[in-house]
């Protein structure tokens, strides 16, 4: 059985940074869904001493960071809340009645409960990258700490029916 792991990052290079070192517990880079709101990856790059700057424009939705892999975001706009990006296996379940359901309502979908996707919605809209993979049970624990480790907060593992 898998399990559910959610983190919120101040910044997207910290969240891809951390889609890579899921490698290691055997989670495909592009098996991580990063959820981001307009402007969110203007500004530093979140390394300790770097000046580089994350490039993303919803104009042009490849976004380019330091670590020097290319993800694409796709676009989408949540009524009240205004325009997100999004890559990864998350875009499937977005791509519901995001109008009704809101981030909150996609995530509570996946396996969310509904008082942490609300949580994770308000990070959004402060501008900050949420983190959202599967894992396997047995290492989504782990996965979870290194999060943390990578500076993540609100993380969270959560059951799913999905095996």
């Known amino acids: 059985m898998k399990k559910l792991v959610t983190g919120i990052f101040d ?60 993800m694409t975001m796709t676009p989408f706009q949540v009524p009240a809340y205004g325009m997100f990006g999004a890559t990864g296996p998350m875009l499937g379940f977005l791509s519901g009645d995001i109008e009704a359901d809101g981030i909150a309502g996609t995530l509570e979908r996946m396996g969310v409960p509904q008082v942490h996707g609300l949580d994770y919605e308000t990070e959004l809209k402060r501008g900050r990258v949420l983190w959202v993979a599967e894992a396997p049970e047995a290492d989504a624990n782990h996965v979870a700490e290194m999060l943390r480790h990578g500076g993540a907060d609100l993380v969270d593992v959560h059951d799913t029916d999905r095996s």
């Open 11 to 70: 910044s997207f290079a910290l969240a891809e940074q951390a889609a890579r070192d899921a490698r290691r517990f055997g989670i495909d880079p592009a098996a991580v869904s990063l959820v981001t709101s307009r402007g969110t990856a203007q500004g530093n790059t979140g390394y300790p001493g770097s000046d580089e700057q994350d490039t993303f424009d919803m104009d042009d939705p490849t976004f380019a960071v330091s670590s020097g892999l290319m």
